[in-house]
T-cell receptor, first 114, second 115 residues
């Protein structure tokens, strides 16, 4: 079974631009979560989507947004990029079983903001 | 509040040595889940284990073993006879009390296994 895939793997943008990252979950998985990983802050939860609805949101500004499509694929958008947005963005998918759920992560998209 | 602490920032061992990675957690919930993930240089977080709070039995999987102790709020991970391929960053994580797919990660422990 194919794992979680993320595109693109690497991205370079300049301040003020916007960016869209894509995540395709494991087949059959209905929940997609996004995390930001930086050397200073570590792994931080951004948001989770299930059934095309945002279920949870972390403490990030409104510049960070996302959506999920009917096939469970998800996109994450960051507008008005700042230097501090440079990070590895990881997507995770799960079956959405509730408390016994396990998240499986993709390889990430490494975003560099110049 | 949920919190995970991995006090060991980086550990270096020589191949075939045993190594233990520490994880201490904080939660007010009575039922909770803990996880370990491995992050090789490629970046992908690889799921290793999930443990719930009402099962304190230690678990062994090949060279990997986990020691869960509620009394000390610890969930330590031991690699026996380490190999170079074990070199990675290891993360301990705690599931949020009410949001099942919101994890709190520790800061990670970078393990260097030298030949």
């Amino acid at each position: 079974k194919a794992g979680v895939t993320q595109t693109p793997r690497y991205l370079i943008k300049t301040r003020g631009q916007q960016v869209t990252l894509s995540c395709s979950p494991i087949s059959g998985h209905r929940s997609v979560s996004w995390y930001q990983q930086t050397p200073g802050q570590g792994l931080q939860f951004l948001f989770e989507y299930f059934s095309e609805t945002q279920r949870n949101k972390g403490n990030f500004p409104g510049r960070f947004s996302g959506r999920q499509f009917s096939n469970s694929r998800s996109e994450m958008n960051v507008s008005t990029l700042e230097l501090g947005d440079s990070a590895l963005y990881l997507c995770a998918s799960s079956l959405y079983l509730g408390i016994t759920d396990t998240q499986y992560f993709g390889p990430g998209t490494r975003l560099t903001v110049l | 509040a949920q919190k995970v602490t991995q006090a060991q920032t980086e550990i270096s061992v020589v191949e075939k040595e045993d190594v233990t990675l520490d994880c201490v957690y904080e939660t007010r919930d009575t039922t909770y889940y803990l996880f370990w993930y491995k992050q090789p240089p490629s970046g992908e977080l690889v799921f290793l284990i999930r443990r719930n709070s009402f099962d304190e039995q230690n678990e062994i999987s090949g060279r990997y073993s986990w020691n869960f102790q509620k009394s000390t709020s610890s969930f330590n991970f031991t690699i026996t006879a380490s190999q170079v391929v074990d070199s990675a960053v290891y993360f301990c994580a705690l599931r949020d009390e009410g949001n099942f797919n919101k994890f709190y990660f520790g800061s990670g422990t970078k393990l260097n296994v030298k030949p």
